[in-house]
């Protein structure tokens, strides 16, 4: 019997792959498990349409995401702190701040994982925060510390 996966079978094969089993193992294991379907010219249309539509809707989230970089790149969010003695900083600012000046100054939602911080900011001025919108897509979004 000839079988499209759903999921990837160790030993079998790769979702999306059409594979030849034993009529047992598809009845007992694979069909029951919904680890795949047969391979009928119904299902195999279906799965086609399927993998169409998951194609066009990743292609409209990256085009948001780039859309939403572009839009980053020329904003900017202003956090205040307090000075310590000498002028430093006394604290920092965390990737959670940002996101929440993010929500509160710019009315996007953007998530504080998504905020590439390797560490929190702990001085004065301007820093470029890459924000990590899609598996492709990257942006900057300029984050001014002042002294409150």
């Given at each position: 019997?000839?079988?499209?996966l759903?999921?990837?079978?160790?030993?079998?094969?790769?979702?999306?792959?059409?594979?030849?089993?034993?009529d047992?193992?598809?009845?007992?294991?694979?069909?029951?498990?919904?680890?795949?379907?047969?391979?009928?010219?119904?299902?195999?249309?279906?799965?086609?349409?399927?993998?169409?539509n998951?194609?066009?809707?990743?292609a409209?989230?990256?085009?948001?995401?780039?859309?939403?970089?572009?839009?980053?790149?020329?904003?900017?969010?202003?956090?205040?702190?307090?000075?310590?003695?000498?002028?430093?900083?006394?604290?920092?600012?965390?990737?959670?701040?940002?996101?929440?000046?993010?929500?509160?100054q710019?009315?996007?939602?953007?998530?504080?994982?998504?905020?590439?911080?390797?560490?929190p900011?702990?001085?004065?001025?301007?820093?470029?925060?890459?924000?990590?919108?899609?598996?492709d897509?990257?942006?900057?979004?300029?984050?001014?510390?002042?002294?409150?």
């Amino acid at each position: 019997m000839q079988v499209v996966l759903l999921e990837d079978v160790k030993s079998l094969g790769k979702k999306g792959e059409i594979v030849k089993v034993n009529d047992g193992y598809a009845h007992n294991f694979i069909l029951p498990k919904k680890l795949g379907v047969e391979a009928t010219p119904k299902n195999l249309n279906d799965l086609k349409l399927q993998k169409a539509n998951a194609e066009k809707v990743a292609a409209q989230q990256l085009a948001e995401a780039k859309e939403l970089a572009a839009k980053l790149e020329s904003l900017s969010v202003t956090l205040k702190m307090k000075a310590g003695e000498g002028g430093r900083a006394f604290g920092s600012v965390s990737g959670k701040e940002i996101a929440k000046a993010i929500s509160d100054q710019l009315g996007l939602e953007i998530d504080k994982k998504k905020l590439v911080l390797p560490e929190p900011i702990k001085t004065f001025g301007n820093h470029e925060v890459p924000v990590k919108l899609h598996r492709d897509v990257t942006g900057k979004l300029t984050v001014k510390v002042q002294e409150a």
